[in-house]
């Protein structure tokens, strides 16, 4: 048996370790709708149990199973438009209205479905396999022979008694009996839950914590009743009977399933939920289905397209209508060889108008080609590679923490080059969370003489708004210098003032109230003391960054915390009257732990002078509020050093306490442990009124500021997006000064901008919150925050004339109001014609809202990143959620759409990739771009084509015209199995090709030229103006083929037995030119060639031949019309490899012209990059911080023509 833990005991240290209740609440939601589950614990036999009927502990998270596989996929299949239409024709070309064989379409439509599906059943096999491997687990349970013995976590059952180990996960959801801790504490990591990183502490109750062995369980049984299966991690309502007496249960005694057991030898408890009944699986849910712009437009242009086809179709219906009934004319026939009189329905012309019908229905099936059946496939395959090379980014991977980019899905590829605004958070996004102790002010003194990024920015400021000025201010430069001959080793310590250091606050004139500030920092916390062994050195394991820094600063001020026993802490202090180290031990009362809406900390300890203190920290939002009338005697000027703190970029904290009267506590902790004992709904703010009833009047003692360092290249990262014409929104919960210097800091807010500052802090709203009329100050503050926008507007209007960038800066109580209905256009609007736009103390709910707003009211790509728990609503609300995955956890991650590890790899993210994959994937859609207005050269570009729709609209618009050439009979032009591998094989590996590996600039250009990016914003690309002019380009491409090939082959000798061509040679030819054509457009239209683009362009024509050739030798019963065609007829005559010369040059002509045209006197950005090589130095100077796109890309056109001219 594993050694027990022992000396710890955490019963009175933690809050929830108050609850020792005797259940005088009535538990009256036990029992009703939603809280009926009942548990039997360690009791088999009960028949009750056995009814109860609960789930094992299997788990799936596979989308399909054998049984519905086949039904389930193949209608995931037909939800697209496409398929819908295949499937009706493949089932429609079994009847005598088919115009070619059946097999030649259900072959095609099969492979194209089968590889879907195929990749689906791969993709949920991964599943399948990974669901096995967690299902196989073992853990120990109790069993009937009362011992523990490993089993299968499938295998486990309600009420099931496990045992489970140090870093093994929880099983089940279980309800914590004991541990190896005494008083049943112990450590969990709930991670792959919530994504935080930090520990969180758990306790059973005390009349389970004793159950520690086997042999203490053979009599143990209990009843707990619950809440029914939920996905609320952080609620739970219970109540456990054991020996007869009922016991409130809270989420501090629940382990949920997979969270881990950390720093304890092991714990006992008992299954309460199983399976897909756990916390966890109830989380389980799909996240938000996004898809992207231009997939949501290729369903359009599939409609389109339909349209077309069902023009078409009437077209020749009307057509053969009218020249079938013209075959039957005063009782005579006029076609008598076709003989009308022997005919089916079909071709009956005394019934024209049912054969003009029925000739409809087989329009619908031939001319079905001009919708590409290959074309989801080839999109998705091309979006996974997409994503991998992505994933393989060297230039994305953070060595430090062994990161790599993940692009956790693959539909939003093409967003990336789209996006019009990012949100973004600022701690643990801009900066590192690695957080070090600058300053401080205590009894109204500042010390520290650390400086930082921000107040460097701020030098520089002060230089340029006085050109006066060679060179920083002397004392700024003066700290630069102390801090980089003095700089420490200590992790989390930069903090350095030789008044307090090395013990020299002694001779303070305020040492009493630096002994009283050190010994908040020492004491008021929930850190763990570790000791190395082999060092002696401590390293403390606490719950944020901020936590660990300040235990560290009292450390190193002579205030060190080395240990933690039941209910004390232990420091080293530094005495300041004999100056030596002391032992002093403070008795652990109460932690009254932080949370975002007390934004505040407090512990109560009982000192060796037995007197009660109350230490505290917390935001000066709240602590200034609770300050005692006598406790203000530093107010003002502390005030000054954290507004100093705050322009400075810093994270402040105000540090407080007060001594408490031993009749005040007594009467104080009955109500606290009543309120913390109660199971009412009102229970939360029942503590929350007790804690905030003896955090009041407390005594001032100072503030901390601890430095949040900028991540490495974020300021250059911004300045490359916003050079990229990107809007970059920041949404921070920082106060004001914080969030503006940070914002300078990293180039979000630059010189010459014009800052909109909307705030409430006025005089006129302070008087009316002190009056406390609510409704009194929410009309004051709407009119006070519509009044602001209105004024920031007018602000802009002025400002548009003379190019002047502005930056929006609103606090979380003004955005409040700013989001209500009839303001929230208003702020858009404002807003939107912001350069910059800060948004400061926004809560995670705001940040969702806003997000909200700009997707919604701008109708452009809007990408937000983040890397906490309180960025997930902001991620998912966004078109692209961009988690990071720092020292926050995983929550972002998991919730986001990509994943990066700094900040300063979004840069590459969008300008590159983004910038790629747009392009390759309007590429294989649509044209390249032009600028709006120049609508002439539009039809045709040198460097994109329509390839999909292009290709299919050449093919499919010869069928048209063959069949008016021959009388709109439904005569295919070529042979089945031609008409079937057009789009499978001979067609569709170039345009993969084209969407995985072309580009227009190298990653190089990409990023030294961020205005390119600009493509994607404009969505130049991927117009219906573009779609439909390279639908005509089709069209015409159809018609040379189609009237050349006809002219040139026909009514002549084309054998050299003097043979003229039949309709056979005419489908080889036609078809030939059409390969041909279409994979020279695709070459000529290439940036960049790879072998893979030679061998699968030149290869798809070569296999064309092959095809042919072999397919020939094939007996004419399958063959039919191609049978030896290549070998005896085509491939022995001049005449056809002429005419495929002569026609494929003619329907490239007027491509190259117009691409020719286009580039010379209508060039594009990467035209002019690309031809005119400007150099970096002139293109930077015509970009600015402001303006739009178009105007820079313009002004770039006219720096051309005055080059030429």
């Given at each position: 048996m594993p050694r027990r833990r022992k000396g710890i005991q955490f019963s009175r240290i933690y809050t929830f370790s108050c609850i020792r209740s005797s259940f005088k609440e009535d538990y009256s939601q036990?029992?009703?709708?939603?809280?009926?589950?009942?548990?039997?614990?360690?009791?088999?036999?009960?028949?009750?149990?056995?009814?109860?009927?609960?789930?094992?502990?299997?788990?799936?998270?596979?989308?399909?199973?054998?049984?519905?596989?086949?039904?389930?996929?193949?209608?995931?299949?037909?939800?697209?438009?496409?398929?819908?239409?295949?499937?009706?024709?493949?089932?429609?070309?079994?009847?005598?209205?088919?115009?070619?064989?059946?097999?030649?379409?259900?072959?095609?439509?099969?492979?194209?479905?089968?590889?879907?599906?195929?990749?689906?059943?791969?993709?949920?096999?991964?599943?399948?396999?990974?669901?096995?491997?967690?299902?196989?687990?073992?853990?120990?349970?109790y069993g009937n022979n009362h011992a523990f013995?490993?089993?299968?976590?499938?295998?486990?059952?309600?009420?099931?008694?496990?045992?489970?180990?140090?870093?093994?996960?929880f099983p089940a959801d279980l309800l914590l009996l004991s541990s190896s801790y005494d008083d049943g504490i112990c450590y969990v990591e709930t991670m792959n839950l919530d994504g935080e990183t930090n520990l969180k502490l758990k306790q059973g109750l005390g009349v389970t914590s004793a159950l520690r062995d086997e042999s203490s369980f053979h009599q143990f049984k209990a009843l707990i009743k619950c809440e029914d299966p939920n996905e609320h991690l952080y609620s739970f309502i219970g109540s456990l009977n054991y020996d007869e007496i009922h016991h409130p249960l809270s989420p501090q005694q629940i382990?949920?399933?997979?969270?881990?057991?950390?720093?304890?030898?092991?714990?006992?408890?008992?299954?309460?939920?199983?399976?897909?009944d756990t916390k966890v699986m109830q989380n389980a849910t799909d996240p938000p289905s996004k898809r992207s712009n231009i997939e949501r437009k290729m369903d359009k242009i599939i409609y389109v397209l339909f349209s077309i086809l069902v023009f078409i179709a009437s077209v020749g219906s009307v057509f053969f209508g009218f020249r079938t009934k013209e075959d039957f004319s005063n009782g005579r026939f006029k076609r008598w060889y076709l003989r009308p009189d022997d005919s089916t329905a079909l071709f009956d012309p005394r019934k024209a108008a049912l054969a003009a019908f029925f000739h409809f229905l087989t329009c619908l099936m031939l001319y079905g080609y001009f919708i590409p059946i290959s074309l989801y496939v080839s999109i998705e395959i091309v979006k996974v590679i997409q994503s991998i090379f992505i994933n393989c980014d060297q230039e994305m991977y953070f060595e430090e923490a062994d990161k790599p980019a993940q692009a956790r899905t693959s539909n939003l590829n093409e967003e990336l080059g789209q996006v019009h605004t990012i949100l973004s958070d600022k701690t643990g996004t801009l900066t590192c969370n690695s957080m070090e102790f600058l300053k401080c002010?205590?009894?109204?003194?500042?010390?520290?003489?650390?400086?930082?990024?921000?107040?460097?920015?701020?030098?520089?400021?002060?230089?340029?708004?006085?050109?006066?000025?060679?060179?920083?201010?002397?004392?700024?430069?003066?700290?630069?210098?102390?801090?980089?001959?003095?700089?420490?080793?200590?992790?989390?310590?930069?903090?350095?003032?030789?008044?307090?250091?090395?013990?020299?606050?002694?001779?303070?004139?305020?040492?009493?109230?630096?002994?009283?500030?050190?010994?908040?920092?020492?004491?008021?916390?929930?850190?763990?003391?570790?000791?190395d062994n082999e060092s002696g050195e401590i390293s403390y394991e606490a719950e944020s960054p901020d936590e660990a820094v300040f235990v560290i600063a009292a450390k190193v001020l002579g205030f060190e915390f080395y240990k933690r026993t039941q209910t004390s802490i232990s420091l080293h202090e530094l005495d300041s009257n004999t100056g030596s180290r002391v032992d002093r031990s403070y008795k652990l009362?109460?932690?009254?732990?932080?949370?975002?809406?007390?934004?505040?900390?407090?512990?109560?300890?009982?000192?060796?002078?037995?007197?009660?203190?109350?230490?505290?920290?917390?935001?000066?939002?709240?602590?200034?509020?609770?300050?005692?009338?006598?406790?203000?005697?530093f107010e003002a000027k502390t005030k000054d050093h954290i507004s100093e703190y705050a322009e400075a970029g810093l994270r402040t904290l105000v540090i407080a306490y007060r001594e408490l009267g031993e009749e005040e506590y007594r009467i104080w902790q009955e109500e606290f442990l009543k309120a913390k004992n109660s199971v009412s709904a009102d229970r939360d703010s029942m503590v929350d009124a007790a804690t905030d009833r003896i955090e009041r009047g407390l005594i001032l003692l100072g503030a901390t500021a601890v430095e949040d360092k900028l991540q490495k290249g974020v300021p250059e990262c911004i300045e490359k997006l916003a050079h990229a014409g990107i809007k970059i929104w920041v949404l921070t919960g920082d106060k004001m000064e914080t969030a503006v210097n940070i914002g300078y800091a990293c180039s979000l807010l630059r010189q010459g901008m014009k800052q909109i500052v909307i705030t409430l802090d006025s005089p006129e709203i302070n008087a009316l919150e002190k009056e406390g009329d609510k409704e009194a100050i929410a009309k004051a503050s709407h009119e006070s925050i519509a009044?602001?926008?209105?004024?920031?507007?007018?602000?802009?209007?002025?400002?548009?004339?003379?190019?002047?960038?502005?930056?929006?800066?609103?606090?979380?109580?003004?955005?409040?109001?700013?989001?209500?209905?009839?303001?929230?256009?208003?702020?858009?609007?404002?807003?939107?014609?912001?350069?910059?736009?800060?948004?400061?103390?926004?809560?995670?709910?705001?940040?969702?809202?806003?997000?909200?707003?700009?997707?919604?009211?701008?109708?452009?790509?809007?990408?937000?990143?983040?890397?906490?728990?309180?960025?997930?609503?902001?991620?998912q609300e966004a078109d692209i959620g961009v988690g990071i995955s720092g020292v926050e956890g995983m929550q972002a991650v998991m919730s986001s759409d990509f994943a990066i590890s700094q900040f300063c790899f979004l840069e590459r993210l969008l300008l590159v990739h983004g910038h790629w994959c747009y392009r390759r994937i309007a590429m294989m859609l649509s044209g390249d771009e032009f600028g709006f207005k120049m609508l002439f050269p539009l039809i045709f570009s040198r460097t994109r084509v329509c390839y999909f729709f292009y290709k299919n609209m050449t093919f499919g618009f010869t069928l048209f015209c063959f069949e008016a050439y021959t009388s709109f009979s439904g005569q295919p032009a070529y042979n089945d199995w031609y008409m079937s591998f057009y789009n499978v094989f001979f067609t569709s590996l170039p345009v993969i090709a084209l969407g995985v590996f072309e580009q227009d600039v190298s990653a190089r250009l990409c990023l030294q030229f961020p205005l390119l990016y600009q493509e994607g914003v404009q969505n130049v690309l991927f117009r219906w103006l573009r779609i439909f002019a390279w639908i005509f380009n089709g069209v015409c491409s159809s018609v040379i083929i189609f009237f050349f090939t006809t002219h040139s082959i026909l009514h002549q000798a084309f054998r050299g037995d003097g043979r003229v061509a039949g309709s056979e040679v005419l489908a080889v030819t036609m078809y030939t030119c059409v390969v041909w054509t279409v994979n020279c457009q695709m070459a000529l239209s290439l940036n960049y060639f790879?072998?893979?683009?030679?061998?699968?362009?030149?290869?798809?024509?070569?296999?064309?031949?092959?095809?042919?050739?072999?397919?020939?030798?094939?007996?004419?019963?399958?063959?039919?019309?191609?049978?030896?065609?290549?070998?005896?007829?085509?491939?022995?005559?001049?005449?056809?490899?002429?005419?495929?010369?002569?026609?494929?040059?003619?329907?490239?002509?007027?491509?190259?012209?117009?691409?020719?045209?286009?580039?010379?006197?209508?060039?594009?950005?990467?035209?002019?990059?690309?031809?005119?090589?400007?150099?970096?130095?002139?293109?930077?100077?015509?970009?600015?911080?402001?303006?739009?796109?178009?105007?820079?890309?313009?002004?770039?056109?006219?720096?051309?023509?005055?080059?030429?001219?």
């Open positions: 036990i029992g009703q709708s939603g809280y009926s589950r009942i548990v039997y614990c360690n009791d088999y036999e009960n028949p009750q149990a056995a009814s109860l009927n609960y789930g094992k502990n299997y788990v799936s998270t596979t989308k399909y199973t054998m049984a519905n596989f086949i039904p389930k996929s193949l209608f995931e299949q037909f939800r697209r438009v496409a398929n819908v239409y295949f499937i009706v024709v493949a089932c429609v070309s079994f009847s005598p209205l088919a115009p070619y064989r059946a097999v030649s379409v259900v072959v095609p439509l099969t492979i194209v479905i089968g590889a879907t599906m195929a990749k689906e059943a791969v993709e949920d096999w991964r599943r399948k396999k990974q669901d096995i491997e967690v299902n196989n687990r073992k853990v120990k349970v013995h490993q089993t299968k976590w499938k295998e486990l059952r309600v009420g099931d008694l496990v045992k489970v180990e140090k870093d093994e996960f382990l949920l399933r997979d969270s881990k057991l950390r720093n304890t030898d092991y714990i006992y408890g008992v299954v309460i939920f199983t399976g897909h002010s205590i009894a109204g003194i500042a010390y520290g003489r650390g400086i930082t990024i921000e107040e460097d920015a701020m030098a520089r400021r002060i230089k340029d708004d006085k050109p006066g000025l060679q060179d920083s201010p002397s004392h700024i430069r003066e700290h630069i210098n102390e801090l980089v001959d003095s700089r420490t080793p200590i992790k989390g310590f930069n903090f350095r003032d030789e008044r307090i250091m090395n013990g020299q606050w002694v001779n303070e004139p305020q040492s009493d109230v630096i002994q009283k500030f050190s010994r908040v920092l020492a004491l008021c916390h929930t850190a763990i003391p570790e000791v009362l109460h932690v009254l732990e932080f949370s975002s809406s007390r934004k505040r900390m407090s512990v109560i300890v009982r000192n060796e002078e037995n007197q009660l203190l109350l230490l505290c920290k917390g935001a000066d939002s709240v602590m200034f509020e609770r300050l005692a009338e006598d406790g203000r005697m009044k602001q926008i209105h004024e920031g507007k007018s602000q802009v209007s002025s400002g548009k004339e003379s190019s002047v960038a502005f930056a929006l800066v609103i606090d979380g109580n003004s955005l409040a109001f700013a989001l209500m209905g009839n303001l929230e256009s208003l702020f858009l609007d404002l807003a939107i014609d912001c350069a910059s736009v800060i948004c400061c103390r926004s809560s995670p709910k705001q940040k969702a809202l806003v997000t909200r707003l700009v997707k919604m009211g701008t109708r452009k790509t809007t990408l937000a990143i983040g890397d906490g728990a309180n960025d997930v609503g902001m991620l790879t072998w893979v683009h030679h061998i699968l362009i030149w290869g798809s024509i070569l296999f064309w031949y092959i095809f042919l050739a072999i397919y020939g030798s094939i007996p004419p019963t399958i063959s039919t019309s191609a049978y030896k065609v290549l070998v005896e007829a085509c491939g022995s005559s001049p005449l056809y490899w002429l005419s495929t010369l002569l026609v494929v040059v003619s329907a490239l002509v007027p491509f190259v012209s117009y691409s020719a045209f286009q580039t010379r006197f209508f060039p594009m950005y990467h035209n002019i990059i690309q031809r005119q090589g400007l150099k970096g130095s002139a293109l930077r100077a015509s970009v600015g911080f402001s303006g739009s796109g178009k105007a820079k890309i313009r002004h770039l056109k006219e720096k051309l023509w005055n080059r030429r001219s």
